[in-house]
């Protein structure tokens, strides 16, 4: 009986840490934003950009090999191919307004969460 308390505790502790707020969006000033892919992480997460040119300024500083993609409705008009650990590239696409996925597509790293949201205007 103990060990099943001990094991309920600690499964509502990992439920209250993903209960939080969601970050504030990042606006892309003037048109550019810095997006870091670590090991199952995109940073940041949500992004804002005017409709026109963006630039993404992509740079790899996990472990792992990744690329970077931005999908809308669409394709997918930013396709940054597989950096390595320590690379980065930058790669600028007029974008009209809406929503938009940003992801990693190396193996499952997007179900392991590589994923974020672009919000045109």
Request: with cysteine; net charge positive; proline share 4%.
């Amino acid at each position: 009986m103990l060990l099943v308390r001990a094991i309920a505790a600690v499964l509502g502790a990992l439920a209250l840490a993903g209960c939080g707020e969601p970050a504030s969006p990042v606006d892309a000033r003037g048109g550019r934003v810095e997006i870091v892919l670590d090991d199952f992480l995109l940073e940041p997460q949500r992004v804002r950009a005017r409709a026109g040119r963006v630039t993404f300024a992509v740079s790899n500083r996990g472990k792992l090999a990744h690329n970077f993609r931005v999908r809308g409705r669409d394709g997918e008009p930013v396709q940054i191919t597989t950096l390595l650990p320590g690379e980065g590239a930058s790669e600028s696409v007029r974008l009209g307004r809406g929503d938009y996925k940003m992801l990693c597509t190396v193996a499952n790293h997007e179900q392991l969460g590589m994923t974020g949201r672009l919000v045109v205007r």
